[in-house]
């Protein structure tokens, strides 16, 4: 089956607008997770959404940033008014809801803010 | 704080020599720690777990409780191991992920 997909691949916008990224996670997995890669730089945990269960935003940078997941399917990550400093890859990862398990990770979105 | 620490950005060495890439990790609970691997023009995948013991491509890890270390070996290194590999660390529950920023491995013929 089909692995984990992101799109855009990427996307250049200007400073102050907002950005929509759509991550599509392996079907039956329900666990979704989002990393921001900035360049040269490790994987920054985001958020991530287990099941029914809230979802644990604690690495969301800033109130400009939000996610939401539909079920246990696609995910939206969100970032308004977009500044320079957001400019990155972000990178969506899946898994199976038990813990400790392998996250299958997607090709990324790669963020130009201008 | 959760953190994981991986001193080495770059790390090279020669065909067939032993290799060994350095993780730290700062938790002050009992985690889970990873190595993720991510080739060239490839989508970043697990290498291993501690929770599996497992050996994979002749790598290993061992985690170091007192030293609080996770550190990937692999006694003979081949040019296809190059590549960006990161060590990383869950929580008690299994689901928060932290990484390390990551140590870019060249091995050279």
């Known amino acids: 089956g089909a692995g984990v997909s992101q799109s855009p691949s990427n996307k250049v916008t200007e400073k102050g607008k907002d950005v929509e990224l759509r991550c599509d996670p392996i079907s039956g997995h329900t666990a979704l997770y989002w990393y921001r890669q900035r360049l040269g730089q490790g994987l920054e945990f985001l958020i991530y959404f287990q099941g029914n269960s809230a979802p644990d935003k604690s690495g969301l940078p800033s109130d400009r940033f939000s996610a939401e997941r539909t079920g246990e399917s696609v995910s939206t990550l969100t970032i308004q008014r977009t500044q320079q400093e957001d400019s990155a890859v972000y990178l969506c990862?899946?898994?199976?809801?038990?813990?400790?398990?392998?996250?299958?990770f997607g090709p990324g979105t790669r963020l130009t803010v201008l | 704080a959760q953190r994981v620490t991986q001193p080495e950005k770059l790390l090279s060495v020669f065909k067939g020599a032993p290799v060994e890439l350095k993780c730290n990790y700062s938790?002050?609970?009992?985690?889970?720690l990873f190595w993720y691997v991510q080739y060239s023009r490839q989508r970043l995948q697990l290498l291993l777990r501690?929770?599996s013991r497992e050996s994979i491509k002749g790598f290993t890890a061992d985690l170091n409780k007192g030293e609080t270390s996770f550190h990937l070996k692999k006694p003979f290194a081949q040019e296809e191991d190059s590549a960006m590999y990161y060590c990383?660390?869950?929580?008690?529950?299994?689901?928060?992920?932290?990484f390390g920023a990551g140590t870019r491995l060249f091995v050279k013929a």
């Open positions: 990862a899946s898994s199976s809801g038990s813990s400790y398990n392998e996250q299958f």
């Open positions: 938790y002050s609970g009992s985690p889970e």
């Open positions: 990383a660390l869950q929580n008690t529950g299994g689901f928060k992920t932290i």
């Open positions: 501690h929770i």
